[in-house]
């Protein structure tokens, strides 16, 4: 299935959040992605299928025709630009399969989030989006990158392993639903040659396997 990445835009919002429902139940309240967008400090990608389209809601498009073409074209411009292929109209959007967020305080990229649909799941694309999530960071000056995910999520914890990420503390009870421990994870220096070439590796044996071109999100 081909695929691609680019920035989360708000009319992404809603497919989002519904991704979120479903890959973190017990979290509440959920994930505020509207005021994640207009956070400086936060950013967000979203992982499209490049053949599969959904209808917005009437209202949704009603108010977007309302947008004046100058508005519209600089929306055009610096939100929906895909990485490669062309957005649909914006009265059908490509089908969001996954979305991740980091936030970046200082020299450190925060993981905040990194969820792909159930169905879609075991196909790299949680891959593809953290090898973006890591190329951005780089590119915006962070040296290492740290998460939290849960002592008993063995998926994730694989796919942080995979690209660099050790455990470097416990956070006892760290879950409030459920008091389940927070495993701290951290990578080495993002930039380092080594981590680099880890990377590299890493990113050649992906688009071996799934045959997806990585490209540089436009912003
Ligand atoms: C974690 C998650 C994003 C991975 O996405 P994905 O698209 O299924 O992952 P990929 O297909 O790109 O797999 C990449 C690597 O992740 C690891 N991985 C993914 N699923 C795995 C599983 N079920 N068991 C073991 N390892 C797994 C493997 O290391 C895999 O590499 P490999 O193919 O060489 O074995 C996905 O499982 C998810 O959405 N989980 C729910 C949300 C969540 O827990 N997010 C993390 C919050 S900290």
């Not at 992605?33 to 967000?44: D, T, V």
Request: charged share 25%; net charge positive.
């Amino acid at each position: 299935m081909p695929c691609y990445v680019r920035l989360m835009g708000k009319e992404d919002i809603a497919q989002v959040t519904e991704i979120d429902r479903e890959a973190f139940p017990t979290q509440w309240p959920p994930a505020n992605y509207q005021r994640e967008l207009e956070n400086r400090l936060a950013h967000y990608i979203v992982a499209c299928d490049a053949g599969k389209t959904v209808e917005e809601p009437r209202v949704e498009v009603a108010s977007r025709r309302g947008l004046s073409g100058l508005v519209s074209r600089v929306r055009q411009l610096f939100n929906h630009e895909p990485f490669f292929g062309k957005e649909p109209p914006p009265s059908r959007r490509r089908y969001i399969l996954g979305f991740a967020g980091f936030w970046v305080m200082a020299d450190e990229a925060h993981l905040t989030n990194i969820a792909v649909w159930e169905s879609h799941r075991r196909q790299g694309i949680g891959e593809l989006m953290l090898i973006s999530i890591i190329d951005m960071a780089a590119e915006l000056k962070a040296s290492i990158i740290t998460l939290e995910v849960r002592a008993s999520n063995t998926s994730a914890r694989s796919l942080y392993g995979k690209y660099g990420f050790t455990q470097v503390g416990l956070r006892r009870g760290y879950y409030i639903s459920d008091r389940e421990d927070g495993v701290l994870m951290s990578t080495e220096n993002i930039s380092s040659a080594s981590f680099q070439a880890h990377l590299q590796h890493l990113k050649q044996a992906h688009a071996r396997k799934w045959g997806t071109a990585l490209r540089q999100i436009a912003r």
